[in-house]
């Protein structure tokens, strides 16, 4: 499990772009976001380093737990 705080999340369209973003990374991949706190949690089987930059890549900030 890894965990992340992602800024700039305002709605839930950034809840479905960023989920669908991982879920395109690895199709297997569990995504938990909690659009109050900020708090993503991916369970996956890629580096946490990849997950990093799908979501950079959206223009979010991300911060490892």
Known sequence: MTIF??????CGHCVKTIT??????????SVAIDLAS???EIDS?????????AINALDYLVIPA
């Open 38 to 40: 900020g708090r993503v």
């Open 20 to 29: 669908h973003a991982i879920k395109t990374l690895d199709p297997a991949a």
């Open 5 to 10: 705080t992602v800024k700039g999340m305002s």
């Open 45 to 53: 089987s890629k580096p946490e380093s990849d997950l990093v930059a």
